[in-house]
T-cell receptor
Framework: DAKTTQPPSMDCAEGRAANLPCNHSTISGNEYVYWYRQIHSQGPQYIIHGLKNNETNEMASLIITEDRKSSTLILPHATLRDTAVYYCIVRVNFGNEKLTFGTGTRLTIIP | NAGVTQTPKFRVLKTGQSMTLLCAQDMNHEYMYWYRQDPGMGLRLIHYSVGEGTTAKGEVPDGYNVSRLKKQNFLLGLESAAPSQTSVYFC????????????FGQGTRLTVV
């Protein structure tokens, strides 16, 4: 799996959009970008994933650059409950059983 | 629908003792995983299973053994606990190749003294 680089921490004002960047410059053509988050000491929670098109679900949007070397997770209207560590993971989807986490970005939503 | 359930939630062991952590999922998932998370660090994969009766090593398998005798259960064993195994352990499951998301349990906090 390709390596990812994320800033260790970020702040965002409540109600604003939180934009979390991830660099994955060595991503290969068959690798997907996944995002998970971990709130306090709970188990991680799946957010969204994508290959090359932008994706949106009820939780967030994922914007992947055209060259696929970086991506941004967008939480459109951040709330205090979005305070968590966010993990960007790059992995092959088919035939890859592993889901390997890095150290992530600690996002703090400020009232 | 309980999802992924880990037992126990907390445990204190003495060095050299053994124990088994149980992970149970009720979603009929093929894939199951054991991770550990040390303070201030990301998750590290210990072992995983791609189906009943199969197991494979992850990033940090030493000192641990696993078994997947039933599809719904994935057991993590520590034969001789060491203080370095003090950690929070998370189990996860996902439902087949081409998975879209993994579901995690709430964790087991293990302290080895």
């Amino acid at each position: 799996d390709a390596k990812t680089t994320q800033p260790p921490s970020m702040d965002c004002a409540e109600g604003r959009a939180a934009n979390l960047p991830c660099n994955h410059s060595t991503i290969s053509g068959n690798e997907y970008v996944y995002w998970y988050r971990q709130i306090h000491s709970q188990g991680p929670q799946y957010i969204i994933h994508g290959l090359k098109n932008n994706e949106t679900n009820e939780m967030a949007s994922l914007i992947i650059t055209e060259d696929r070397k970086s991506s941004t997770l967008i939480l459109p209207h951040a709330t205090l409950r979005d305070t968590a560590v966010y993990y960007c993971i790059v992995r092959v989807n088919f035939g890859n059983e592993k889901l390997t986490f890095g150290t992530g970005t600690r996002l703090t939503i400020i009232p | 629908n309980a999802g992924v359930t880990q037992t126990p939630k907390f445990r204190v062991l003495k060095t050299g003792q053994s124990m088994t952590l149980l992970c149970a999922q009720d979603m009929n998932h093929e894939y199951m995983y054991w991770y550990r998370q040390d303070p201030g660090m990301g998750l590290r994969l210990i072992h995983y299973s791609v189906g009943e009766g199969t197991t494979a090593k992850g990033e940090v398998p030493d000192g641990y053994n696993v078994s997947r005798l039933k599809k719904q259960n994935f057991l993590l064993g520590l034969e001789s606990a060491a203080p370095s195994q003090t950690s929070v352990y998370f189990c996860a499951s996902s439902y087949q190749r081409g998975l879209t998301e993994a579901f995690f349990g709430q964790g087991t906090r293990l302290t080895v003294v």
